[in-house]
């Protein structure tokens, strides 16, 4: 239901154990880990889902690590994308976290979302910053976060990613987590965010392209030693990682990439689904 196409060879609840065989990819079932109840029902719902809703490809899925803490960086297209980047990480070996908007975390969604491992994204008050340290201690707890820093889908009538908020920044600066720049191209096709329009089709191409690791070592190490998280240095480490999920984008699309990122709107639509937090 998947292909996954490469040049190269080919969090999780609780620590799995050690590879027997190092230099190998252990097997999916012993790097997903324990699958809390709130997993066990995402993917029995998301999996086919996303099965009868998008013909997925992969490019380079191996470059998600088998195991350790993994911030994976997305463009946003469409409110679709959870759906087929659940996917990509699943298929990969490991159980995806996202931030997500908190109004969806209400009644008996909201403790599956819990147990699943989401988190819960609080915008435009006091409690914003919350998701941030919720996410810090997945990281930290080995497992994976996607997360979307424009925060909600493209407003750029072409499709490319738009100037992101720096949460991700904030995240990459301040834990050990590989940082996975990873670009995604098809979803809009399905739901077309920017016309407003549902134009459900059977398997729908949705192609995925991830790249290789935001080197970072140095601006941690100076992070480690002192230095201030500044808006400055904030910016400059998002628009970095953006640029780099720019590249790939470009890349999956076979088309140039504008050298600026679209301009953020002034204020966000009450449908708007949050991937991340200020």
């Given at each position: 239901?998947?292909?996954q196409?490469?040049?190269d060879?080919?969090?999780?609840?609780?620590?799995?154990?050690?590879?027997?065989?190092?230099?190998?990819?252990?097997?999916?079932?012993?790097?997903?880990?324990?699958?809390?109840y709130?997993?066990?029902v995402?993917?029995?719902?998301?999996?086919?889902?996303?099965?009868?809703?998008?013909?997925?490809?992969?490019?380079?899925?191996?470059?998600?690590?088998?195991?350790?803490?993994?911030?994976?960086?997305?463009?946003?297209?469409?409110?679709?994308?959870?759906?087929?980047?659940?996917?990509?990480?699943?298929?990969?070996?490991?159980?995806?976290?996202?931030?997500?908007?908190?109004?969806?975390?209400?009644?008996?969604?909201?403790t599956?979302?819990?147990?699943?491992?989401?988190?819960?994204?609080?915008?435009?008050?006091?409690?914003?910053?919350?998701?941030?340290?919720?996410?810090?201690t997945?990281?930290?707890?080995g497992?994976?976060?996607?997360?979307y820093?424009?925060?909600?889908?493209?407003?750029?009538?072409?499709?490319?990613?738009?100037?992101?908020?720096?949460?991700?920044?904030?995240?990459?600066?301040?834990?050990d987590?590989?940082?996975?720049?990873?670009?995604?191209?098809?979803?809009?096709?399905?739901?077309?965010?920017?016309?407003?329009?549902?134009?459900?089709?059977?398997r729908?191409?949705?192609?995925?392209?991830?790249?290789?690791?935001?080197?970072?070592?140095?601006?941690?190490?100076?992070?480690?030693?002192?230095?201030?998280?500044?808006?400055?240095?904030?910016?400059?480490?998002?628009?970095?990682?953006?640029?780099?999920?720019?590249?790939?984008?470009?890349?999956?699309?076979?088309?140039?990439?504008?050298?600026?990122?679209?301009?953020?709107?002034?204020?966000?639509?009450?449908?708007?689904?949050?991937?991340?937090?200020?």
């Amino acid at each position: 239901m998947t292909e996954q196409t490469s040049s190269d060879s080919a969090g999780t609840e609780g620590r799995p154990p050690a590879d027997p065989t190092p230099g190998r990819r252990p097997p999916k079932w012993r790097t997903r880990g324990r699958l809390p109840y709130g997993m066990l029902v995402a993917i029995v719902v998301v999996y086919p889902v996303a099965s009868l809703m998008f013909r997925l490809r992969y490019r380079h899925g191996e470059r998600i690590p088998a195991r350790g803490p993994v911030l994976l960086v997305a463009n946003h297209v469409s409110i679709l994308d959870p759906l087929a980047c659940a996917r990509l990480v699943f298929d990969n070996g490991r159980l995806p976290h996202f931030l997500a908007k908190q109004s969806v975390f209400k009644g008996y969604a909201g403790t599956l979302l819990r147990s699943a491992g989401q988190i819960p994204v609080a915008r435009f008050s006091a409690d914003a910053h919350e998701a941030l340290d919720a996410a810090k201690t997945d990281l930290d707890d080995g497992n994976v976060v996607v997360i979307y820093p424009e925060g909600s889908v493209t407003r750029d009538p072409d499709w490319w990613p738009m100037q992101a908020r720096t949460g991700v920044a904030r995240l990459a600066l301040t834990t050990d987590a590989v940082v996975l720049p990873v670009a995604q191209w098809g979803p809009q096709d399905v739901h077309d965010y920017h016309r407003k329009k549902l134009r459900l089709r059977f398997r729908a191409p949705a192609e995925y392209l991830v790249g290789e690791p935001v080197e970072l070592s140095a601006l941690r190490a100076e992070v480690h030693a002192g230095r201030p998280l500044s808006g400055e240095l904030l910016r400059e480490t998002t628009d970095l990682i953006m640029g780099r999920v720019r590249d790939l984008l470009a890349e999956l699309r076979g088309v140039p990439a504008p050298r600026e990122f679209h301009p953020r709107p002034r204020r966000e639509l009450p449908g708007d689904v949050s991937g991340s937090a200020a």
